[in-house]
């Protein structure tokens, strides 16, 4: 089955806070309101380097995933 790279959630729980799902590794949530990053994925030493160089780039992806599927609504 094939998984979307991002996905939009949102909990009643949280009100008022939405987030972006990255669904490759490495699997992260991201709060679009506020920036901050819950990872779910244990990181080695040797995997932190590499991933980096790619953090920046996976963080710019989502938001702009976020931004246009909300421009979808409007």
Known sequence: ????????????????????????????????????????EEFEKEDREELESQITQLISEALSYYDKEIKNFE
């Open 1 to 40: 089955m094939d998984v979307p790279k991002f996905l939009i959630a949102d909990s009643s729980e949280l009100e008022n806070t939405i987030f972006v799902l990255h669904t490759a590794y490495p699997r992260f949530l991201i709060n679009v309101i506020n920036d901050e990053i819950h990872w779910m």
